[in-house]
């Protein structure tokens, strides 16, 4: 019997980590790569590629030790430097059941959507070199500590083993989402506009590759959210349900917006409006029940168009590919909402002093969980400021990070790469 | 020898290009182009950014017909082309000096 469940959930999460990937390369890389002009489309793309081999590497010798060994409050230690002691047998204080290796990859994949998210503030304008070293100073200085914060063991955050603040973010909201989304707006402001902006065209060339890309972070997501279950668990079947529901309000409520504000209904607003939706849904997901995530779910979709449409503008900051008025705020959104809606209903693995389930949030008659929440998010702006300044600074000083005049104009492609996207004459 | 340059809707093509076949015009050059007279352009909407559009997609056809022929030509491709509606385009009629078959020389109109 327990040999069956753990090779069921093995199952699962190996599955899982799979999807996870699949969010980064190609879902990412095609969401990114269609809102940008042409002549930028393969190094967008292979920024987040890039991550997909740098954020491993850096994993493999000690980010995950840094995340996941128990440590202080703040970081992890160095008990699994090179993956020392990770393997077949599992680590009983994250998952029991499935061996530390697949609980090692699962998380991985994580840290590499992380700072890819991020690309699409500094989108067709930050030097590649440059961007390699920003994001290994900033895994460093924000990932690493904030995940440790947030799921380490005696992490600072961590509700469920140990934390001072006890902060529900099941998937992510704090960790994925507010520091890639707060550290962007910090990438947009720094790097400053691209030459050009607003008044020049800068249309998305290619809507139906961002499609496709999109549709594939809605399926990778089943991964991310439901995978966070870490067993193949009726916990995780309710945080799948959350997951989808969340991204299709969001997608409802983001063209209804629109709609209400007279625009058309479109198909850049409905894909924008899931991942929105989707976003916030992630703290959330192992957390709440069906209805409250259509709830979360269409809020994110109305915050976030407004955002990314009315805030953006009157500010006239270039975060090129709204990763700050996405993930930064459908993040923020999401994680305080949870603080409301997280029941032990859905979720009971906390216990009270009694042995009986703990009270989670609002909803349970525990209001205080919201100001934890609001903990949890500054925690993760404040770092993911200070944290993105700092390796800004230093890559800006080694290498540079902003591209020159000419090699803007000529597009990452040709100028960063050497290639061309799109070669129809040949 | 006349040289008739029209610039259409690209969804006229076919029905264009049946209708000069039709009455024995085989040869022309086709190129897509980017244009607009009277014709307003629209707006597009992305994530609240609007822009406005008003070099719309366009079909130029070139072809060189004898100066006896030029007029039926011209009432078969702009009947061919018309929708009635604004943005159906214009037709441009240039004399020509002289005519060249590359594979053999041939002058004038046998090497049309």
């Known amino acids: ?426 | 020898m006349k040289k008739i340059e029209a610039i259409i809707q690209p969804f006229k093509l076919e029905e264009v290009k049946e209708a000069l076949k039709a009455v024995g015009i085989d040869g022309m050059t086709i190129t897509e182009v980017r244009g607009h007279g009277r014709q307003k352009g629209h707006k597009e909407v992305y994530r609240g950014q609007e822009y406005n559009v008003d070099l719309l997609p366009k079909v130029k056809i070139e072809l060189v017909v004898p100066s006896a022929r030029a007029e039926e030509v011209i009432k078969t491709l702009s009947g061919a082309a018309r929708t009635g509606n604004i943005g159906d385009g214009k037709i441009f009629i240039y004399d020509v000096a002289e005519a060249i078959r590359i594979r053999n020389e041939d002058r004038g109109e046998s090497a049309l």
């Open chain 1, 1 to 426: 019997m327990k040999s069956a469940q753990s090779a069921g959930d093995n199952a699962w999460m190996l599955v899982s980590a799979a999807l996870v990937l699949m969010m980064t390369g190609p879902g990412l890389a095609l969401f990114y790569g269609g809102l940008v002009r042409k002549k930028n489309i393969l190094g967008t793309m292979m920024q987040s590629f890039a991550l997909m081999g740098l954020v491993t590497v850096l994993w493999a010798i000690c980010g995950y030790s840094l995340a996941f060994g128990e440590g202080s409050s703040f970081v992890g230690d160095l008990r699994y430097l090179f993956l020392n002691g990770v393997g077949a047998a599992p680590n009983g204080d994250y998952a029991g059941t499935i061996p530390q290796q697949t609980f090692m990859v699962y998380q991985l994949m994580f840290a590499i959507i992380t700072p890819a998210l991020i690309t699409g503030a500094y989108a067709e304008r930050m030097r590649f070199s440059g961007m390699l070293l920003f994001t290994t100073l900033w895994m460093f200085l924000v990932y690493f500590p904030m995940a440790h914060m947030v799921w380490g063991k005696g992490g600072f955050l961590n509700a469920f083993l140990g934390g001072k603040v006890p902060c529900f973010d099941f998937a992510g909201g704090t960790v994925v989402h507010i520091t890639s989304g707060v550290s962007a707006l910090v990438c947009a402001i720094y790097l400053g506009k691209r030459e050009g902006y607003p008044n020049e065209q800068m249309k998305p060339h290619s809507l139906t590759l961002s499609f496709v890309g999109a549709c594939l972070l809605w399926v990778g997501w089943f991964g991310f959210n439901a995978g966070s279950a870490l067993a193949a668990s009726s916990l995780a079947t309710s945080a799948f349900v959350a997951t989808h529901f969340g991204a299709a309000a969001g997608a409802l409520g983001w063209i209804l917006a629109e709609r209400i504000q007279g625009h058309k209904m479109s198909v850049l607003g409905g894909i924008s409006g899931a991942v929105a939706g989707l976003v916030a849904i992630t703290p959330a997901s192992g957390f709440v029940k069906p209805f409250p995530a259509l709830f979360i779910g269409a809020a994110a979709g109305f915050v976030c168009y407004t955002m990314v449409v009315k805030v953006k503008q009157k500010f006239g900051y270039d975060d090129s590919l709204d990763a700050f008025g996405v993930h930064g705020i459908g993040g923020t959104l999401g994680a305080l909402l949870t603080g409301v809606f997280a029941t032990n209903a859905v979720n009971d693995a906390l216990k009270n002093a009694a042995g009986q389930p703990a009270a989670l949030g609002l909803v349970d008659g525990n209001g205080m969980q919201v100001v934890n929440q609001l903990t949890g998010c500054a925690i993760a702006a404040g770092l993911a400021v200070v944290g993105s300044l700092i390796a800004l600074k230093i890559s800006d000083v080694i290498i540079g990070v902003r591209l020159d005049g000419k090699e803007e104009q000529t597009g990452l492609d040709v100028s960063m790469h050497g290639e061309e996207g799109y070669n129809f004459e040949s």
